[in-house]
Structures are given as structure tokens and as C-alpha cells.
């Protein structure tokens, strides 16, 4: 199986601030990385998927990047409804499997 | 609008069965694979189970296969997931989710909690 590591586990940051949390997995994975938002007693939500491409009616301000086993999710200006968890998976192979989560908590 | 309904979790005895149920609409559902993904409390998440689209493939993650079996009735767009000889570990709430087994899951019911104690 591959394994989906999240750094940090959490965060806290400020309105406005930039932010970006990584995923590492442990073999090359072609992009095929999704990110997800869950907030407390929600489902999660997918935001990104294919590495880059943002989920229809996602902010702008959520971004992804990354190749190979890297990956990384970005808010470029943290608002008060994204704090929340964030999770990272993959869906090169199977099983799918999903990284830890970090959570991004108000400063 | 796309709209998935979970139901049928409860408290369940270790060694005991339950069935959940996931309505579906707002999209054709049987040109979609689906899948149930679970999360126990203050946990992450995982994978359990996909279904494809019109075919009969089925896919199980090691931890449930032999135990769980996933199922659909495309004529009632519904998703079904029996669970027999439940155990402690599978406490968690489970979702269903428009997607298959190598895939992102683009759409999500509420959830329901399955808890398995005596």
C-alpha cells in the first residue's frame, strides 16, 4: 500500500496569512493527489483533485502543486471558514489510501 | 443538485450484523462507481469498499473483506454495505461517496455512525 504522510499535523495561523500544508507519499503517485476540507460533524469535501485542478466552486484561493511523491495544498489568504482539517489522497493504485490530516486551527 | 443519504447505522453488539443504505440522486447512478469510506472517532479516514458502475466488480479493503459486502440496486439508486461479525475496530461513521476504488471522491452523504460495543 502506499502511505500518505501530511506535514504538519497542525497549524495554527492568522486571517490573511498564507499557508501550506505538505503531503509526501511514499512512491511516485503521477498526480494523482486530492485534497480534501472537513470541519467538525461534516463530511469531508473535495477541493482539489489531479494535483492542481480546482473542484467546481472551490475558492481560487485554494491551490495545489506538486509532482512525483511531493504535494502540497496552499491558501494564499486564510478565511475564518477555513479552518477546518485537511486530508491528502491518493488514487494511483489500490487501495486508495488518505494521509493523516492536519488541522488548521485559529491563531 | 447531487444528494447522498445514509442510513441504518446503530449500536450493534461485537459479532452482530448491520446493514447500511446510501440513496442517491440528482445524477445517473448507475453510470457511477460508488464507495463507502469510513472514519472512526477523532480519527482519519479510510477506505472500505467500492462498487463500479454497471458491472458486478467489487473491491474490499483487507481489514473488512470476507466480513463486509458492498452492493447496489441501480433501479432504486441505492449503495448497501452488509456488515457481519462486526468488532470493536469498526466503531466509526461511515460515508458513502461518489467514486470508485482508484479514484477521488467528488460528492458525500452526511454519514452515519456505526458503534459496535457490548
Known amino acids: 500500500d502506499i502511505q500518505m504522510t501530511q506535514s504538519p499535523s497542525s497549524l495554527s495561523a492568522s486571517v490573511g496569512d498564507r499557508v501550506t500544508i505538505t503531503c509526501r507519499a511514499s512512491q511516485g503517485i503521477r498526480n494523482s493527489l486530492a485534497w480534501y476540507q472537513q470541519k467538525p460533524g461534516k463530511a469531508p469535501k473535495l477541493l482539489l483533485y489531479?494535483?492542481?485542478s480546482l473542484q467546481s466552486g472551490v475558492p481560487s484561493r485554494f491551490s495545489g502543486s506538486g509532482s512525483g511523491t511531493d504535494y502540497t495544498l496552499t491558501i494564499s489568504s486564510l478565511q475564518p471558514e477555513d479552518f477546518a482539517t485537511y486530508y491528502c489522497q491518493h488514487y494511483y493504485s489500490t487501495p486508495i489510501t488518505f494521509g493523516q490530516g492536519t488541522r488548521l486551527e485559529i491563531k | 443538485e447531487v444528494q447522498l443519504l445514509e442510513s441504518g447505522g446503530g449500536l450493534v453488539q461485537p459479532g452482530g450484523s448491520l446493514r447500511l443504505s446510501c440513496a442517491a440522486s440528482?445524477?445517473?447512478?448507475?453510470?457511477?462507481?460508488m464507495s463507502w469510506v469510513r472514519q472512526a472517532p477523532g480519527k482519519g479516514l479510510e477506505w472500505v469498499a467500492s462498487?463500479?458502475?454497471?458491472?458486478?466488480?467489487?473491491f474490499y479493503a483487507d481489514s473488512v473483506r470476507g466480513r463486509f459486502t458492498i452492493s447496489r440496486d441501480n433501479s432504486k439508486n441505492t449503495l448497501y454495505l452488509q456488515m457481519n461479525s462486526l468488532r470493536a475496530e469498526d466503531t466509526a461513521v461511515y460515508y458513502c461517496?461518489?467514486?470508485?476504488?482508484?479514484?477521488?471522491?467528488?460528492?458525500w452523504g452526511q454519514g452515519t455512525l456505526v458503534s459496535v460495543s457490548s
Open positions: 462498487f463500479n458502475g454497471r458491472g458486478v466488480d467489487t
Open positions: 461517496a461518489k467514486g470508485g476504488w482508484v479514484d477521488y471522491y467528488d460528492y
Open positions: 489531479a494535483a492542481s
Open positions: 440528482g445524477f445517473t447512478f448507475s453510470n457511477y462507481a
